[in-house]
C-alpha cells in the first residue's frame, strides 16, 4: 500500500496523468487501477479524468503490473444501430466490457476494434468510447462513442440525468407494493473493498422501480436509474430485503447463479449529439431468463 499527498503544485492536473509520472506504472495500468479500486482518492472512488486537488489523499494498492495492449479480436458482438458518430451495442450476459485484471481479452473493447474500423483517437484509452458500462453478467444495451466530443457530449447528458434507462430485474422475495423509489448513498464496503453497498459518506444514488410481474418467491421488477452507480441496482434491491436472483456477490439465497445475476438493460434512450434527434433503443429479454420466468409461473 502506497500514499501520496497531494501538493499545490502538482494540484488540477487529472489523477492517471499525474500518477504515471510519479509511479513506476503506465497510463493505461493506472486507468486500470482506478477502475478497479485499486486507487482511491481521500478515501472514495474516482474517475480517471478527476483532477487532483491540494492536500488530497491517494492510496494505491501494491499490484502487478497490468499492461493492456488493446487487440482487436473477431469475436461476435450484436449492434443493433451504428452511424459514424456511435453505436449501440445488445451485450450478452457473459461479456466483459473492457479490459481488467484477469480478462485482458475475450472483452466487447476487443471486439469493438475488430469489428469497428472508424473509432477516432482511442490511443492509450483502456475503454475506447464506452461511455457507461453494465456489469460482465448484466446484459442488454450501451451506447459506445466514436469520438472524442460525441463521448463528452452522451458523459455530459448522462450527468444531467436526461439519458433513458430502464432495466428489468427478477428478485428474490415478494415486494408487496407496486411502485418505490430507493435514495441511498452507494460506497466502497469498508469490510469489502470488492463490494459496493450503501453508506453514509457514499456517492447520492436513486433507483425507481415498479413491479411487472409477481410469483410464489419472487418478483419481477422494471427498475429506471436517475443516476449511474457501481452495481447500483444490484446493491439497492438487496438493500431493501429483495436481491436479484443469482446475483454472486450481493444475492442472499443464491437460487440460480448460472447466468449471474437476472438483470437486463431493456431500454435506452438519448439524444444524438450531431443530429439532436431523440434516439430509444430496446432489448427483448435473453432466452434464458425468458425461460426462468415461465417456469416460475408453471409454479
Known amino acids: 500500500m502506497e500514499n501520496i499527498k497531494v501538493t499545490k503544485e502538482v494540484s488540477l492536473q487529472r489523477i492517471d496523468k499525474y500518477l504515471s509520472e510519479v509511479l513506476v506504472h503506465s497510463r493505461s495500468t493506472i486507468q486500470a487501477m ?67 485484471a484477469g480478462n485482458k481479452s475475450g472483452t466487447l473493447v476487443n471486439a469493438l476494434l475488430h469489428h469497428v474500423k472508424d473509432f477516432k483517437a ?50 428474490e422475495g415478494v415486494i408487496p407494493h407496486n411502485l418505490g423509489k430507493v435514495n441511498a448513498p452507494v460506497g466502497r464496503d469498508p469490510k469489502n473493498r470488492q463490494k459496493m453497498t450503501v453508506v453514509d459518506g457514499g456517492k447520492p ?46 444475492g442472499q439465497r443464491r437460487t440460480d447463479t448460472t447466468h449471474g445475476q437476472f438483470l437486463h438493460a431493456e431500454t435506452l434512450g438519448f439524444v444524438h449529439p450531431v443530429t439532436e434527434e431523440y434516439m430509444e433503443f430496446h432489448s427483448e429479454l435473453p432466452e434464458y431468463f425468458s425461460a426462468f420466468l415461465t417456469t416460475l409461473e408453471k409454479g
Open 34 to 100: 482506478i477502475d478497479e479500486g485499486a486507487i482511491l482518492v481521500n478515501g472514495e472512488l474516482v474517475k480517471t479524468k478527476y483532477k487532483i486537488k491540494e492536500d488530497d489523499e491517494i492510496t494505491i494498492d501494491e499490484i502487478e503490473e497490468k499492461e493492456f495492449m488493446l487487440e482487436a479480436e473477431d469475436l461476435p458482438i450484436n449492434i443493433i444501430y451504428q452511424d459514424e458518430y456511435l453505436l449501440v451495442v445488445d451485450k450478452d450476459y457473459d461479456t466483459v466490457v473492457h479490459p481488467g
Open 122 to 171: 482511442i490511443k492509450g484509452e483502456v475503454r475506447p468510447g464506452i461511455v457507461h458500462r453494465i456489469d460482465k453478467e448484466t446484459s442488454g444495451l450501451l451506447v459506445v462513442a466514436k469520438t472524442p466530443l460525441v463521448f463528452e457530449n452522451l458523459a455530459d447528458q448522462l450527468r444531467a440525468k436526461t439519458v433513458t434507462r430502464k432495466y428489468i430485474a427478477l428478485v
Open 205 to 250: 444514488a436513486v433507483t425507481n422501480f415498479k413491479v411487472i410481474g409477481r410469483y410464489e418467491k419472487n418478483t419481477l421488477v422494471e427498475c429506471v436509474l436517475e443516476t449511474g452507480r457501481t452495481h447500483q441496482i444490484r446493491v439497492h434491491l438487496n438493500y431493501i430485503g429483495f436481491p436479484l436472483v443469482g446475483d454472486p456477490k450481493y
